[in-house]
Structures are given as structure tokens and as C-alpha cells.
């Protein structure tokens, strides 16, 4: 019997940051890998397609982080003056 995949529909799954990153919070899966027990999935911005990063698809489970689906930021509750700075 195959094991279970772990996150079946990430790839292309569309998601927002609650706090800009590299200046976007909207974001698509492009693609995704294993390490060892870890699940990545390659983030692109919607706006800006050089703006490419991987991120612990876990991490994206962090609804303080990271909301899925594209939404605004009325939708989210935030102040379009709102500015959250991201610590890296």
C-alpha cells in the first residue's frame, strides 16, 4: 500500500502573507521537494516573479504567518497602514 502523501494539493496553491515579504504578500506553490522527513514548497510572488524563496511547508500551517488564498487586507483585518516588519 503507498504511503499517504503529506500536503497533496500545496503545489500551485495560492497564499498571502500577513506581513510583506521582499515588499508582496501574495504568493504561489510552484514547487515542491523532500528532505528527509521535511516538506518544502517553493513560494514565487504573484507580482514579481524573480521574488523566489522555499519554505518549510509546516511553517505556511502558522495562520499568524501565512493565510491561504489570495486576500486583502480588509479580509485579513489589517490597516492598509498597517506595516508588520518580517525578522529574518
Known sequence: MAKK????HLLG???TA???????RHFQVVNRKHDGKWIFAEMVS???PSIRF????????DTS????GWQSLEE????T???LVLIE
Open 5 to 8: 502523501q503529506k500536503y497533496p
Open 13 to 15: 496553491s495560492k497564499w
Open 18 to 24: 500577513t506581513q510583506k515579504m521582499w515588499g508582496w
Open 46 to 48: 504573484s507580482c514579481d
Open 54 to 61: 522555499w519554505i518549510n511547508a509546516q511553517a505556511m500551517k
Open 65 to 68: 504567518q501565512w493565510k491561504p
Open 76 to 79: 485579513m483585518g489589517l490597516d
Open 81 to 83: 497602514n498597517d506595516e
